[in-house]
């Protein structure tokens, strides 16, 4: 069913009429042109869609649009401030966290999250909590590292 949906997306309202259950993902990507957030999967396998709704990851491939109205949505493109990237993207680029890069949003944001529940996490926590964020490169050494970089860096979470 076609209705007006509002929520905040990046700090903005956004408001829009779309069928409620379109997923979130290709409502981001088509709709609004947020193409950061990655179709993978599309059975929340991945991570590769992962968004922040309301302070928690959600993965957008699996989200109806009508579960957000309302909340507040993050993405990879809310998470620069001013031009300037975030600790987590800094220590992404630091650490060379990426090859291809496909999955990259949806581990940054999830770092993200992981950082606004724990400010200062272990290793050992980090890959607990990044262990559904799949990358077929090979790069989740270098990931671990760009977040305790990142958590470092960054005062009281992320």
């Given amino acids: 069913m076609r209705r007006s949906i509002s929520f905040m997306l990046n700090g903005k309202p956004v408001q829009l009429t779309v069928d409620d259950d379109r997923m979130l993902l290709w409502v981001l990507r088509y709709d609004?042109?947020?193409t950061g957030t990655k179709f993978g999967c599309?059975?929340?396998?991945?991570?590769?869609?992962?968004?922040?709704?309301?302070d928690e990851a959600v993965r957008s491939c699996i989200t109806p649009v009508k579960e957000i109205a309302g909340k507040r949505v993050l993405t990879i493109e809310g998470l620069s401030t001013n031009?300037?990237?975030h600790p987590i993207q800094e220590a992404f680029l630091n650490h060379h966290a990426f090859q291809c890069g496909y999955c990259t949003p949806g581990m940054i944001?999830?770092?993200?999250?992981?950082?606004?529940?724990?400010?200062?996490?272990?290793?050992?926590?980090i890959i607990r909590h990044m262990d559904?964020?799949?990358?077929?490169?090979?790069?989740?050494?270098?990931i671990v590292d760009a977040i305790l970089?990142?958590?470092?860096?960054t005062k009281g979470g992320a």
């Avoid at 396998?45 to 309301?54: A, D, E, K, P, W």
């Avoid at 944001?109 to 926590?125: D, F, G, I, M, S």
């Avoid at 559904?132 to 270098?142: A, F, K, M, P």
Wanted: charged letters at 15%; a positive charge; proline letters at 2%.
């Fill in 42 to 54: 599309g059975a929340a396998l991945c991570g590769s869609c992962t968004v922040i709704v309301n």
């Fill in 149 to 153: 970089e990142a958590a470092g860096s």
């Fill in 83 to 85: 031009g300037h990237l």
């Fill in 32 to 34: 609004l042109g947020l």
């Fill in 109 to 125: 944001v999830n770092a993200y999250a992981l950082l606004l529940k724990k400010a200062h996490p272990t290793r050992e926590e």
């Fill in 132 to 142: 559904d964020n799949l990358c077929r490169c090979g790069s989740h050494t270098r």
